[in-house]
T-cell receptor
Framework: DAGVTQSPTHLIKTRGQQVTLRCSPK?????VSWYQQALGQGPQFIFQ???????QRGNFPDRFSGHQFPNYSSELNVNALLLGDSALYLC????????????????FGEGSWLTVV | RKEVEQDPGPFNVPEGATVAFNCTYS??????FFWYRQDCRKEPKLLMS???SGNEDGRFTAQLNRASQYISLLIRDSKLSDSATYLC????????????FGTGTRLLVSP
């Protein structure tokens, strides 16, 4: 049973560029959340997707956008990258197909390390 | 003020020592409480959930005080492998579950 998988694992981008990060949730899960973890900080909630819609959003600018596909996988897009966007981006999955809103255990992927230079 | 506050440490302890971490949270509507462990450059992993009645998992004991909005984690007989960052996490479930993390407390266990 595959857990949460994320790609790419590491990437380097230049200020002003755009980046897309990808996530496949754990088998049987239909809800995907994205978190940003800057160095020395705890993860910060970006947004959550369920049934292909953004359900809730944290305190992040519109440069951060996302998408969820019918197979429950998700993408995080960040436009006009800033140096401060350098962080570990974590994808978390939860829920069971058809339930989605349950508060069961959340599983994290290994994350995507983004460096903006 | 951050919603979840932790002492960032580091806590330097010898093997075999007992160490305690504390955390406070500001939102009284928080419903679920957890300790996550995060190794260097890895993803957070659930260590244990925290209940008002207190719960124990081997050498680890977690406690929740809702009145004081205070969460604790006690590690007994520390092992070298316990060296990691311990994240205090609270959650409110309002149709969806969002985790709010503290900054984490770094533990270094030395021989």
């Amino acid at each position: 049973d595959a857990g949460v998988t994320q790609s790419p694992t590491h990437l380097i981008k230049t200020r002003g560029q755009q980046v897309t990060l990808r996530c496949s949730p754990k088998s049987g899960h239909d809800t995907v959340s994205w978190y940003q973890q800057a160095l020395g900080q705890g993860p910060q909630f970006i947004f959550q997707y369920y049934e292909e819609e953004e359900r809730q959003r944290g305190n992040f600018p519109d440069r951060f956008s996302g998408h969820q596909f019918p197979n429950y996988s998700s993408e995080l897009n960040v436009n006009a990258l800033l140096l401060g966007d350098s962080a570990l981006y974590l994808c978390a999955s939860s829920g069971e197909k058809g339930q989605g809103t349950s508060g069961n255990t959340i599983y994290f992927g290994e994350g995507s390390w983004l460096t903006v230079v | 003020r951050k919603e979840v506050e932790q002492d960032p440490g580091p806590f330097n302890v010898p093997e075999g020592a007992t160490v305690a971490f504390n955390c406070t949270y500001s939102n009284s509507a928080s419903q679920s409480f957890f300790w996550y462990r995060q190794d260097c450059r890895k993803e957070p992993k659930l260590l244990m959930s925290v209940y008002s009645s207190g719960n124990e998992d081997g050498r680890f004991t977690a406690q929740l005080n809702r009145a004081s909005q205070y969460i604790s984690l006690l590690i007994r007989d520390s092992k070298l492998s316990d060296s990691a960052t311990y994240l205090c996490v609270v959650s409110r479930y309002t149709g969806f579950q969002k985790l709010v993390f503290g900054t984490g407390t770094r533990l270094l266990v030395s021989p």
